[in-house]
């Protein structure tokens, strides 16, 4: 009997090892979880208390296991879990161990103990965890001194506060619920539903059940929070009842919430409008977050953003109010693209960003037509072909390999590029068609998960197109890149021809393989001939879609000559050229064009200079008829590429003086008409020419009269008042980190010793960004050190520590200056944010650079230290492109062309 005992015993150990040895023989998931164990939903319990270094928790996860085995992947990161219980089917209780298998990259294992079939587990953990201090998870901030508690869980860092299946594609309900100090306020996703005592001097809130939700958007914070009612939103004909909506800010700053939620109302009415279907959440809280890492981040009924973009007043800088609707319109637009239909996977996050930010500009065009969205969309589409030129641009679908790949989708390709690829296909489908198609995408998907190809298909199927509609679309979302239309304008047998020919845009010194097809919706605009007694000649459109390397176009009543612009409405997301004697013929009626085409315009310019057709001398004269423009955007487009040929072609003085001389002519007396101070009744749009002309016109060309001008402002703000405080509120509030700048420059030690000591007695965010923006400009190598070692003190948030470390950077000496800092403080500067900004880092490092010793010095540091942080490899192959494709564009110049 004993011998039967122990073979029994030795049979169920061996074949609980042999278990073990299973599991820990299974390699670690890289990319995504198995299919085989699905979540069905989550309790969520927390204790939290902002004051301490860690929290506790107790997740529940209901899980179906679709095929027999030992163990479950799953994500946890930082997670000390003290028991583990797995509950089957039929009731019985299975202690399980939770294993660390890839501690790095945030992937853990739950070892069951013995095989278990397929059926429906309960799968409870019980842990504590360190209130997170880079921005991720459930992490700790403070303000006015006293701490506070929230979540940013997007894109990977769900993990960081509980234990669960953290990707997009695995949606479930959630119910949650916190305890926290008694006189603390929580606040979820959904409505508070119980409140009841947990012991002496806490609290244990419940909330609602959400709707299915992936784990990147669960949220929730705790501490002394203002919580101030906004107005109902009234009911319409997609939604029955008012929607409760709430301001949630810092102790003491709840009042200035009312002008971002007065706005609110508008933009969910315009959002339920487009797409035929009601807010789809059971409340709307707006969050200030006192410390942040990204802009604004879109959690369903608990939408989170930059403190800055929510906290107004009538001192409030322009800039802050037009990017507050902006950014309040993108994120509320998440609760249709992005919260109810959710990306499958993170190489379609572009279903959420890029419709985000087409739909916010839709929104900003109906609600506030003078913001000009229109033309932040052309603007949007430029930056982003600035990054789609380089070889190492990712694809707007881009294969995710690993967490990097992740961590870095959040770009401007994602955005901007996605955006405009959108409203390209939108104007070629026409808008109430891509509406019908939008509208039965939404309907299909809610609450649920879609592809690109589910997105693609509604348009294609609502605009009645096929196979080649959908070829065109996936050329621009698969593959990266900006396509160059070449045209070149013909005469025959009384009729213009446009021919037509495209490639691969590739800036001078690109490495890149030109030859590359897209489906190209090229619209043209050209003018046509007079007719009739006193008619004066027009303009006609004819679009094609290009989608061979070659073709032509019919321009029928075109003048001759005439000229062509072709990208009319810049409505196509591709760049142009055009021969010489095309281009002086544009620039002879750009004025003429509507304000998109003239930045499209000025876009080519540029592009054809980086491009190797165009000298300075070129540029200088293509430029100069936008400067005339009444429209801001359009007559400052300009400044950024003359600013680089201020710095890096103009040698002599004779060459500097034309430059700054142009600059002057252009720009001096429209600033001085505006003046450096708010006059009464002036539009935001004054107020931000302003801003734009002072800051180019003070540090990029370093006009004297303006720098006076700044300077009386900077320092004035520098006085100290009978209360020991500086004045700040006497500088212009759209100017301060200017006129602060002018004064670091002038003043030195003494102006970075006040600011310095100013901002920690500073609560107020548009205030400590003027501190922090007027300290960037330190020139002074000691001082800019100053400065720079000030930045990684506890002093300055993790999330405005950019501000300071993207300081002053256009000669070599200061580039040099910052790379021999970042390289002796990188392991601080990692430690502070690199888990989360891996991909921000050698740009950090570098950005600016504009020779080969940069780039071989960049490569030398991070190539060993790619591991770091996830992203740091896709950053160093785009900052190392950068910093060449510079180094080639400035060794091709000639400077004597500027004085032509």
Not at 90 to 119: C, E, I, M, N, T
Not at 308 to 332: C, I, Q
Not at 429 to 441: H, I, N, Q, S
Not at 738 to 756: C, E, N, R, Y
Request: with cysteine.
């Amino acid at each position: 009997m004993r011998r039967l005992v122990q073979t029994a015993l030795f049979t169920a150990l061996a074949a609980c090892c042999a278990s073990a040895l299973a599991a820990s023989a299974e390699q670690a998931p890289s990319g995504r979880l198995p299919g085989w164990a699905v979540p069905q939903s989550y309790q969520l319990a927390f204790k939290v208390d902002p004051a301490q270094a860690d929290f506790s928790g107790t997740t529940t996860i209901k899980v179906k296991l679709e095929k027999a085995s030992d163990h479950l992947w799953l994500d946890g990161a930082d997670l000390k879990v003290s028991k583990v219980e797995i509950t089957d089917a039929a009731g019985a209780v299975h202690a399980g161990k939770y294993v660390a298998a890839d501690a790095k990259a945030g992937v853990a294992r739950v070892d069951f103990g013995s095989v278990l079939q397929p059926q429906q587990l309960s799968v409870k953990f019980e842990y504590t965890a360190p209130l997170n201090a880079q921005l991720q998870g459930l992490y700790k901030v403070s303000a006015k001194g006293k701490p506070y508690a929230m979540t940013q869980m997007e894109p990977i860092s769900a993990r960081f506060a509980f234990p669960g299946f953290d990707e997009p594609g695995f949606k479930t309900p959630f119910d949650i619920s916190i305890t926290a100090p008694a006189d603390e306020t929580v606040v979820a996703n959904t409505k508070q539903v119980n409140e009841r005592s947990a012991g002496k001097g806490w609290k244990t809130v419940t909330f609602a059940r959400t709707v299915p939700l992936p784990t990147y958007l669960v949220a929730f914070a705790v501490g002394p929070w203002d919580v101030v009612a906004g107005p109902d939103i009234s009911p319409d004909a997609y939604r029955a009842k008012p929607l409760q909506l709430r301001g949630v800010a810092a102790e003491g700053e709840g009042h200035r919430m009312q002008h971002v939620l007065s706005e609110t109302p508008s933009i969910i009415h315009a959002l339920e409008n487009y797409y035929g279907f009601g807010y789809p959440f059971d409340k709307l809280d707006l969050l200030a977050a006192p410390d942040f890492s990204a802009g604004a981040m879109e959690n369903p009924g608990l939408v989170t953003f930059r403190d800055w973009l929510l906290l107004l007043d009538k001192d409030s800088p322009a800039r802050n109010v037009r990017g507050s609707f902006n950014v309040t319109a993108h994120e509320l637009a998440h609760m249709w693209t992005g919260d109810t239909v959710t990306t499958e996977w993170w190489n379609d996050i572009w279903l959420n960003e890029a419709f985000a930010t087409w739909m916010q500009q839709k929104v900003t065009m109906q609600v506030h037509p003078e913001y000009r969205a229109d033309l932040d969309r052309v603007r949007g589409g430029q930056r982003a072909m600035g990054n789609d030129s380089l070889v190492s641009a990712r694809s707007v679908r881009q294969p995710i390999t690993g967490n990097g790949d992740i961590t870095t989708a959040f770009d401007g390709i994602t955005y901007q590029k996605g955006a405009s690829v959108l409203g390209m296909f939108e104007n070629y489908v026409g808008e109430d068609t891509f509406r019908k198609g939008m509208r039965a995408y939404i309907q299909e998907h809610k609450f649920g998960n879609a592809t690109a190809d589910d997105l693609v298909d509604a348009i294609a199927t609502a605009a009645g197109k096929g196979t080649p509609f959908k070829h065109a679309f996936n050329s621009f979302l698969n593959q990266s890149g900006v396509p160059y239309v070449r045209t070149k304008l013909e005469y025959g047998n009384g009729q213009a021809m446009l021919q037509l020919s495209q490639d691969r845009y590739l800036p001078l010194g690109s490495k890149g393989d030109a030859q590359r097809l897209w489906g190209v919706p090229v619209c043209v605009r050209y003018g046509t001939s007079a007719s009739g007694k006193d008619k004066a000649p027009s303009s006609k459109v004819e679009c094609k879609m290009l989608d061979q390397a070659s073709g032509s176009m019919a321009l029928p009543g075109a003048g001759k000559p005439t000229w062509v612009m072709p990208n009319a409405n810049a409505s196509g997301y591709y760049r142009f050229s055009l021969d010489k004697p095309q281009l002086t013929r544009l620039t002879a009626v750009v004025g003429k064009l509507s304000d998109a085409e003239q930045l499209a315009y000025a876009d080519a310019v540029s592009a054809s200079f980086r491009h190797g057709d165009l000298d300075a001398g070129d540029v200088l004269a293509a430029f100069k008829p936008l400067t005339a423009s009444p429209i801001s955007d359009v007559a400052t487009a300009p400044l950024g590429q003359l600013a680089w040929i201020a710095h890096h072609v103009a040698h002599t003085d004779a060459q500097r003086a034309r430059v700054d001389g142009w600059v002057r002519e252009a720009y001096l007396p429209r600033l001085q008409k505006l003046g450096y101070q708010r006059v009464a009744g002036e539009t935001d749009t004054a107020a931000l020419l302003r801003s734009t002309l002072a800051d180019a016109l003070a540090f990029d060309f370093r006009v004297p009269e303006v720098r006076a001008a700044l300077l009386k402002q900077g320092e004035a703000a520098l006085k100290r008042g009978a209360n020991g405080r500086l004045d700040l509120a006497s500088a212009n509030p759209d100017l301060l980190g200017t006129v602060l700048g002018v004064a670091v420059q002038t003043h030195g030690k003494s102006a970075v010793d006040t600011l310095i000591a100013e901002l920690p007695r500073t609560s107020d965010p548009a205030l400590r960004n003027g501190i922090l923006d007027g300290l960037s400009g330190a020139e002074d190598p000691a001082l800019a050190e100053q400065v720079r070692d000030f930045a990684l003190t506890d002093t300055v948030k993790v999330g405005e520590m950019g501000r300071l470390l993207m300081g002053e950077r256009d000669t070599v000496a200061q580039r040099d200056a910052m790379w021999q800092w970042f390289t002796a403080h990188y392991a601080q500067i990692l430690a502070r944010t690199g888990s989360f900004a891996g991909g921000r880092l050698p740009s950090l490092a570098a950005s600016g650079g504009c020779s080969a010793t940069e780039a071989t010095r960049l490569h030398a540091f991070f190539d060993s230290r790619v591991d770091d942080a996830a992203g740091i490899a896709r950053g160093l192959a785009q900052t190392g492109e950068s910093i060449e494709l510079c180094a080639a564009l400035k060794q091709a110049q000639d400077p004597a062309a500027i004085l032509k």
